[in-house]
């Protein structure tokens, strides 16, 4: 279930799928879910992920050698889904894994596998548009991108095509660095709720308990994703997943 | 000349990108179209390709190697005649004026064989703009000397080590940083790839080669020519061979891409041909891409660094399924026998990348009519690929010249560390 408009915030954290290793996603995932977590990304790692930073693009090249792949997705996603019910996973991917699929069977498989959304940056809205009838009817949610640069019309548009959350990209680049969520920001959401009553997931560049208090009260969901995976590569899942619950209770405490 | 339809060509090209460079390239788009449909625009490319290139670039008989193969006659269009010696010039000169007209500072370009970014470098220099090059860590082993002038030039080159090493991934890492820095940033991309407009663009500022070919076959042969010959790595020497003749049924076009060491995946780069490569959607378009069945795209191999790319022009990729360009390769080995072939019986020295196409030419002709004429275009020169020659045809007089130049270099190195006042007073000379 993804959350409901005007709840408290809620975060989001991330999986690559093969990193550090396709053994240790499965208890990387229950050290989030212990951790507080109710929103995963499922990332397919791929070759050339454009919209990603550093921290990802490495864990994309080590997830492929160690076997991560679309159909190593599913099978994890088909585990955990039935294991935390109470989850919502989303898988992140790029086009070309999904295009190489089928996109139709590709979206089947994603429903069958007990994953609520898609995230795909480098597919656009109307390259997306004939196959959203068949992503609503198999419940597979569109999560779509808007950026500081979107014009207010394209908004509308790609708030209209998304269902479950719409990702909101806190600033131009890529993921991974840090973000000033000052007044321009605000004016920014501001503007993005114009055209939409979907929960609002900010991403890209998430990375401090100050970053989840600017965003408490203004979004629904933060994107804490690169940040886990840069401890999760220092440190290893479990102290990792300890310092999630360490985010996920400072949101509470605050 | 091409045009697309929405950034389509055919099944293949469109505009595949994160939201966030979706504005720069509408914009870009905008730009392009209204300068397209502008003679005044074209005039003032070509003026500036004269001034500062030396266009036109000759068209050259071979008549010596041609005697020796004893098929059709041979020409060369000396792209590497250009200005920072190879074809890529024209391109980033006419971007440059984009860039002019749209006002930003910064350009950014990525880079395998080094030649766009030499000729990105150089135009940045000459319109005082600021300049970072993406390159594959690998690639900057194998071109260093481009890289050495690019840094001269007073660009920011910047080795990408992660991936394959080479094009793809400094393409994928231009994207990042054009995605982080489009409100002051042009990305002069370097070839006929990439998310719309990008294909068309380019093509658009490389036919003056097919131009100028024309008129000149038409005056030095008093014809067309039967075939025109490129090699293929992203595409834009071959489009810009091309263009002008895709009306032509008379004229064959052929593109050479890189057989490599051999037909085995990771060993060379062929796109165009069998099935070795399939549509795929990636670095923000769809195309002929070397991958697995997962959508990953694969690792290629190439003796000339400017052909080793996974993917391929959509405008080529189209053509060819059309049947309207006939598509062949060439091995490494086959290659070097071709560059060799071109310097002892022209005194023409060769970039690998065109060797290809000096290859695949060779071939061609032997098979046709001594009354018939083969366009080879010379993409680039071979200066470049002095090391790389030398590694392919190792002699010992070149290791005990390097032994020695090692030995010079270190003597020098710490002549300055004891004497650092040299270097500071070269550059406030400067």
Known sequence: MFPTSNESLKVMSHCVVGFPSLEENEHAIDGLV??????????????????????????????????????????????????????????MSYLNPIYQYGIPAAIDEIANAGIEGIIVPDWPVEAMRPHLPHMEKRGVAPILMVTPNTASTRIAEIASASRGMLYVVSRMGVTGSSTHWGEEFQIYIARVKKHTNLPLAVGFGVRTREDLQALRGRVEVAAFCSQYIEWQAELGSERAAERMAQVVQSIHAA | ?????????????????????????????????????????????????QEFSGRPTPLTPLPRLSESLGGAKIWLKREDLNHSGAHKINNVLGQALLVKRMGKQRIIAETGAGQHGLATAIIAARMGLQATIYMGSEDVERQYSNVFWMRQLGAEVVPVSHGSCTLKDALDEALRDWAASVDDTHYVLGTACGPAPFPELVTYFQRVISQEIRAQAKHQIGALPNAVVACVGGGSNALGAFCDFLDEPSVRLLGVEAGGRSQQPGQHSIRLQGDLASP??????????????????????SIAAG???????????????RGRVDATS??????????????RYEGIIPALESSHALAGGFALAKKMQPHEHVVINLSGRGDKDIFNIAQALPQQEWLDFLKREVTRTEQRLRESANNPNREEQYVSNV
């Open chain 1, 34 to 91: 212990a951790a507080g977590i109710r929103l995963i990304e499922l990332q397919v790692p791929f070759s050339d992920p454009v919209a990603d930073g550093p921290v990802l693009v490495n864990a994309c090249v080590k997830a492929l050698a160690r076997g991560g792949s679309f159909e190593a997705t599913l099978a994890l996603a088909r585990k955990v889904s039935r294991r935390h019910p109470e989850v919502t996973f989303v898988l």
């Open chain 2, 1 to 49: 000349m091409i045009s697309s339809e929405q950034g389509l060509f055919g099944e293949f090209g469109g505009r595949y990108v994160p939201e966030i460079l979706r504005p720069a390239l509408c914009q870009l788009e905008d730009i392009y179209q209204q300068l397209r449909s502008d003679e005044n625009f074209w005039q003032e490319y070509l003026q500036l390709t």
């Open chain 2, 280 to 301: 795929g959607i990636a670095q923000g378009y769809k195309t002929l891409f070397l991958q697995n069945r997962d959508g990953q795209l694969g690792e290629t191999h």
């Open chain 2, 307 to 321: 052909l080793d790319y996974v993917g391929v022009s959509p405008v080529l990729a189209d053509l060819v399924a």
């Open chain 2, 330 to 343: 060439a091995t490494d080995s086959e290659v070097t026998h071709a560059f060799q072939l071109l310097m």
